[in-house]
């Protein structure tokens, strides 16, 4: 089956811990996407990934980091420094479908809440 | 900045039809979708525009201008579950580049 996974789906941790996120593709996508959303509000981009080996951030970068070692593999660590990590992480995909131009996919998400 | 502006809330009656309207900034744009995201869900992908004109897929359609920096979303014969958020997105620079989102449209269908 082709998608992608985030997991866990529900994540809980202490104030001034690190915690990773995972997000994995078998859609051989090039570009992965992770974005935030809070309660009410729309997507706000954190790190945008168009190629093994590099990354972008997006809007909202402070406090996360992010590698792309291999092509399926998009981990986000949301580091003590970010101020709200309270949120629901969203990891995308991006692959051009030939002549139908492209298709773009979302994971399930994972909800971060921190104690 | 890629402000992309849409209304925060629309409200219309079951099997009637509703336009969702999205406007954003021109420069580097490479595309444009439309997702629709239920509460507590992610998002789903509705529909992909990248030349000028309307693409219909059943009850939804979606409709691009690229010189106007302009998009709709038409949702025809609305059902209840057709009440949720709707987002436009924006892929700036690139087949696989910057993708920026709205804030969404909260629509809610009324019998």
């Known amino acids: 089956d082709g998608g992608i996974t985030q997991s866990p789906k529900y994540l809980f941790r202490k104030e001034g811990q690190n915690v990773t996120l995972s997000c994995e593709q078998n859609l051989n996508h090039d570009a992965m996407y992770w974005y935030r959303q809070d309660p009410g509000q729309g997507l706000r981009l954190i790190y945008y990934s168009q190629i093994v080996n590099d990354f972008q951030k997006g809007d909202i970068a402070e406090g996360y980091s992010v590698s792309r070692e291999k092509k399926e593999s998009f981990p986000l660590t949301v580091t003590s420094a970010q101020k709200n990590p309270t949120a629901f992480y969203l990891c995308a995909t991006m692959g051009v479908r030939g002549r139908e131009g492209n298709e773009q996919f979302f994971g399930p998400g994972t909800r971060l809440t921190v104690l | 900045g890629q402000n992309i502006d849409q209304p925060t809330e629309m409200t219309a009656t079951e099997g009637a039809i509703v336009q969702i309207n999205c406007t954003y900034q021109t420069s580097g744009f490479n595309g444009l979708f439309w997702y629709q995201q239920h509460a507590g869900e992610a998002p789903t992908f509705l529909s992909y525009n990248v030349l000028d004109g309307l693409e219909e897929k059943g009850r939804f359609s979606s409709f691009l201008s690229r010189s106007k920096g302009y998009s709709y979303l038409l949702l025809k014969e609305l059902q209840m579950k057709d009440s949720a958020s709707y987002l436009c997105?924006?892929?700036?620079?690139?087949?696989?580049?910057?993708?920026?989102f709205g804030q969404g449209t909260t629509l809610q269908v009324k019998p």
């Open positions: 997105a924006v892929l700036f620079s690139g087949n696989t580049g910057k993708l920026i």
